[in-house]
Nanobody, 125 residues
Framework: QLVESGGGLVQPGGSLRLSCSAS????????IGWFRQAPGKEREGVSC????????KYATSVKGRFTISRDNAENTVYLQMNSLKPEDTAVYYC????????????????????WGQGTQVTVSS
């Protein structure tokens, strides 16, 4: 099971760092993705990172503002979000692709097998 943390209320232009950890397991062997879902909208891919951390991808809307990273020793994947905008407001989820070996991430929700419960991010003045 995945557990997200770090969400909250922030002003436009501010920053937040989200964390994704595993309850009772390890993230070190899994490719991880971050997704978000705003009210009335479909869940969309934000960023993903390969098993080793050597490959990352970003949605166009967050490129240059968000950074994904992983610390396998800490069993945690992070999403650093800078220059936040009101349109970044959503519930953010982390998810894992449960396939053995080095796995590339993807921004497609359909490729992921394990999901967290989400953390709310609200960007508002």
């Amino acid at each position: 099971q995945l557990v997200e943390s770090g969400g909250g209320l922030v002003q436009p232009g501010g920053s937040l760092r989200l964390s994704c950890s595993a309850s009772g397991g390890t993230l070190a062997v899994l490719a991880i993705g971050w997704f978000r879902q705003a009210p009335g909208k479909e869940r969309e891919g934000v960023s993903c990172i390969s098993t080793s951390g050597g490959s990352t991808k970003y949605a166009t809307s967050v490129k240059g503002r968000f950074t994904i990273s992983r610390d396998n020793a800490e069993n945690t994947v992070y999403l650093q979000m800078n220059s936040l905008k009101p349109e970044d407001t959503a519930v953010y989820y982390c998810a894992a692709i449960d396939i053995p070996g080095e796995t590339m991430g993807t921004l497609s929700v359909w490729e992921y097998h394990i999901w967290g419960q989400g953390t709310q991010v609200t960007v508002s003045s």
